[in-house]
């Protein structure tokens, strides 16, 4: 049905029920590759080039998922110096290696993605309004793959334990299938397309109509 700037939305059925699943790719234990220069593709292009998509679990506790996060984008802040934070230390070799800048704003990009999708999820499952698009359930430890031996394309399985594909969640939505909120509000009248002012007609003599006098 549509991407967004950290994961993709489906349309797909939970016990017969059309829905919208949005399958969320904001992995926390990725890694920017520093022998590769820090290059990659974003969240939304691995979910739609992948034939398993590239995701991961946010925590089940939803406020648990939020601190999480939190914590980790606070190491961004260590004694002001960002790159101290990105490199893993190790104890046998006190040579650490060198981050480019480019790495460094994907590391941060990662956590402020990770982030994003927590609050949402939390925020979905807590609102409950007849004019608010409802939440129906989340699912964590779940992978996305395709579906080859039925009619639907991708297909939402809980990962075993000899999976290696990485874990992805999916929050599961009410379906709304009357097209975008901008093409309803100008279907149903309630704006319109603006239209340049055009010029009112002079009156005669361009006086007013008095005639001069």
Known sequence: ?????????????????PVAVKVFDASPEEEVDVDNDGEGDNGA?????????TATSLAPA????????????????????????????????????TITPQQQQQKQQRIRDLLRGARELAVSLALSHPHIVQCY???????LEQNRNATSEYRLMFRGEDCSDPLCAALVMEL??????????TANGVFHP????????????????????
């Open 176 to 185: 709304c299938d009357y097209g975008s909120l901008d093409s309803v509000l």
């Open 137 to 143: 359930s989340y699912f964590t430890r779940v992978v």
């Open 45 to 53: 292009e691995r979910l739609r080039m992948a034939t398993s998509t």
């Open 62 to 97: 939803l406020t648990g998922a939020v601190m999480a996060v939190e914590n980790s984008s606070s190491h961004f802040n260590n004694n002001n110096n960002p790159s101290t934070a990105l490199v893993p230390s190790s104890p046998k070799d006190n040579a650490l290696p």
């Open 194 to 213: 603006v239209m340049a002012a055009i010029p009112a007609p002079l009156p005669p003599n361009g006086n007013g109509g008095n005639g001069g006098n």
């Open 1 to 17: 049905l549509g991407h967004g700037g950290c994961g993709l939305v489906f349309r797909g059925l939970m016990h017969g029920l």
